[in-house]
């Protein structure tokens, strides 16, 4: 995917310093690749378009985790959700935190430069615990409904421009994160504005109205769908529903994008805009496959020397936006080896060279707290390894999800035994093998899996590898699962085992053959 060459003109910038002094981090919540500047020839976004004309658009960005609360929490943590302890979702009785010990950007930007750096966030938050990530300024859900402070852009606008103002008058740099709730769905709570909460605000009859937006209409029946999603008239209505929305999260980056130029700070600010995870379909958001990792990511810098209409293979993973912050505000990383990531600014300078090696990891717990499925993933531009820790369980379905029109017909489809153009049925959709190898480059779909295939049993040893070392250097507490336990403590703290479970020997595992590891057995001395 690169860019299309139709972008709407520039904003108008001041003139730009030798570093950014501010970073304004633009965040939607469960979008995938709906834009024109990946090449979606419907959906309409030319903010987001004239974005990426004055920046660099990341074809090969991933997240490390598919849910909500886990992904803000690495974007601002920099540690992967089994080091950070986010292994779900924070609000209600899901009532995920971080480890009480874990660091996060505002805190330590705030400690580092003894309050210089004004920190806010507005919008979506769905992390905690609240002292885990002390901004200066915020206001969330905590303080707001959820679509007022995440859909309302108009009110999102006024706060911005109270923070602006504040960092203005107190001649303070500054880290601003907006957390916009487009285009995550609401149909399962709120089913009168539209699945995507896509009539909410719209100005329609008893919706209310937004002064900032103006909703982009769309008729199903000439969408394309993508080649991952069933091909049914369903699907395609509720795209269109989904596209709308995504004209209310474009016209959003607008607004926050005017209110930087005419707060006169356009000039020293590096702008990111990313997604927490893919967009809330079969095989998106809560999966490690393709559509559920794969991120938009457009980073524009104020420097005149800095990348500007251009793409980058570069492979790279939003673990690294924590670091990158940093780099930007001019702030040194903690020394911990549980953050995980390095920098993207210079490959604002330069494209790196492209290595076959290059890869980044994954790694999904829950989601809601009843989905136990922990998953580990490493991927490099060739090669997808995926391993299934719960795999003698079915994938579970999120709420959200389940009620969704698109589930709902391929669930009815199943249990009344007709057919739907979908290249997945529910019940390989359901039952996943513990290890799963794919070759994306012939495979972009997924849809053969090579872990059993003698012939590549050699990158299979390498990826399995590969990801050991990555879940070790991370701490990773599933790091044997599940066919062995980890003991580190008492004779085991200096070099920590993973002391076998035996199902090598059981009856279940030699019926259904499975690629166990070797691990060690416990001798009680």
């Known amino acids: 995917m690169g860019l ?4 709407i003109p520039l904003l108008a910038i001041g003139a730009a310093h030798s570093t950014p002094r501010n970073v304004l981090l633009l965040l939607a919540d469960d979008a995938g690749f709906e834009a024109g500047a990946y090449l979606n020839k419907f959906c309409q976004t030319p903010n987001l378009d004239a974005l990426a004309k004055r920046g660099l658009l990341f074809n090969n960005a991933f997240t490390s985790v598919s849910s909500c609360s886990p992904s803000r929490a690495q974007l601002l943590t920099g540690q992967a959700s089994h080091s950070s302890g986010m292994y779900g979702l924070h609000q209600g009785v899901h009532n995920f935190n971080v480890l009480p010990d874990t660091g996060s950007l505002p805190n330590w930007l705030r400690d580092q430069s003894g309050g210089r750096i004004l920190t806010g966030i507005i919008g979506k938050k769905h992390v905690g615990a609240a002292n885990n990530f002390r901004f200066d300024f915020e206001q969330t859900e905590e303080q707001h409904s959820i679509n007022q402070i995440g859909r309302n852009i108009t009110r999102m606008k006024e706060y911005a421009r109270q923070f602006l103002k504040q960092a203005k008058d107190e001649q303070k740099p500054f880290f601003l994160l907006v957390g916009f709730h487009d285009p995550h769905r609401c149909g399962h709570i709120t089913p009168q504005f539209g699945e995507f909460c896509e009539r909410w605000g719209s100005g329609e009859e008893g919706m209310g109205s937004i002064p900032d937006w103006h909703p982009i209409y769309y008729d199903w029946r000439n969408l394309e769908v993508p080649p991952w999603l069933p091909d049914t008239d369903v699907v395609r209505q509720e795209l269109a529903a989904q596209y709308m929305t995504i004209s209310r999260l474009d016209q959003g980056v607008g607004v926050m994008l005017k209110e930087l130029e005419q707060a006169g700070l356009a000039g020293d600010t590096l702008v990111i805009y990313t997604s927490d995870n893919g967009p ?18 457009i980073v524009s810098s104020p420097q005149a020397e800095d990348r500007r209409h251009e793409t980058t293979a570069a492979m790279v993973s939003l673990l690294d936006i924590y670091p990158s912050v940093l780099d930007a505000l001019g702030i040194a990383q903690p020394n911990d080896t549980k953050v995980f990531g390095k920098s993207v600014l210079p490959v604002l300078k330069e494209e790196p060279p492209v290595k076959e090696g290059d890869a980044v990891f994954g790694s999904h717990n829950y989601h809601e707290v009843t989905m136990a499925y922990p998953m580990r993933m490493v991927r490099n ?24 029109p698109t589930f709902q017909q391929i669930l009815n489809a199943t249990i009344n035994k007709t057919p739907i153009p979908w290249y997945r049925s529910l019940l390989q959709y359901y039952q996943r093998p513990e290890w799963e190898l794919y070759d994306i480059k012939v495979d972009p779909l997924e849809r053969n899996n090579l872990a059993d295939k003698p012939k590549y049993s050699g990158a299979l040893k390498q990826l399995r590898q ?7 250097a991370t701490k990773d507490p599933w790091r044997c699962a599940p066919h062995a336990v980890l003991q580190e403590q008492g004779v085991f703290k200096e070099q920590p085992v993973c002391l076998t479970l035996g199902h090598e020997a059981l009856k279940t595992y030699q019926k259904h053959p499975r690629i166990l590891s070797q691990y060690e057995e416990y001798v009680l001395v």
């Open 4 to 7: 299309l060459s139709c972008l």
């Open 280 to 297: 809330p379909f079969p095989g998106g958001r809560t999966n490690l496959y393709e559509h559920g990792i794969r991120s938009p990511l």
């Open 381 to 404: 531009r060739r090669y997808k390894l995926i391993h299934n820790l719960n795999y003698w369980a079915d994938f579970p379905i999120d709420q959200d999800f389940y009620t969704s």
């Open 466 to 472: 590969q990801l050991f070392d990555w879940q070790v």
